[in-house]
């Protein structure tokens, strides 16, 4: 079993900055990616970037590119996003989730084995 607990969340006026932070723990040796999706009211939970835990390769969804950075420290078990330039449509619930093997797909939530609890965000006009 992998816990995920994510943090940073908050209310931010529009073209501010949030960092958020997921801590893993547990079986985290077996981490193949770790990723971060958002829902927002009324809507699907959605893919917002991914990074694979061993190399660091990355991608995200069009929507967050080029404002969004993930990132991950290994020694702390800990994977970021950076979020600039936030717009009102970003107000969500972001949730970390992980990956314990290889997948042929990453933006799916069937893609992850581990869930974490969720962060509010919230973007102001």
């Known amino acids: 079993q992998v816990q995920l607990v994510e943090s940073g969340g908050g209310l931010v006026q529009a073209g501010g900055s949030l960092r958020l932070s997921c801590a893993a723990s547990?079986?985290?040796?077996?981490?193949?990616?770790m990723g971060w999706f958002r829902q927002g009211p009324g809507e699907e939970r959605e893919f917002v970037a991914v990074i694979r835990w061993s190399g660091g390769t990355t991608y995200y969804a069009d929507s967050v590119k080029g404002r969004f950075i993930i990132s991950r420290d290994i020694a702390k078990n800990t994977v970021y996003l950076q979020m600039d330039d936030l717009k009102p449509e970003d107000t969500a619930v972001y949730y970390c989730?992980?990956?314990?093997?290889?997948?042929?797909?990453?933006?799916?939530?069937?893609?992850?084995?581990?869930w974490g609890q969720g962060t509010q965000v919230t973007v102001s006009s």
């Open positions: 547990g079986r985290t040796f077996s981490t193949y990616r």
């Open positions: 989730a992980s990956q314990s093997r290889a997948r042929g797909s990453v933006t799916r939530t069937s893609d992850y084995d581990y």
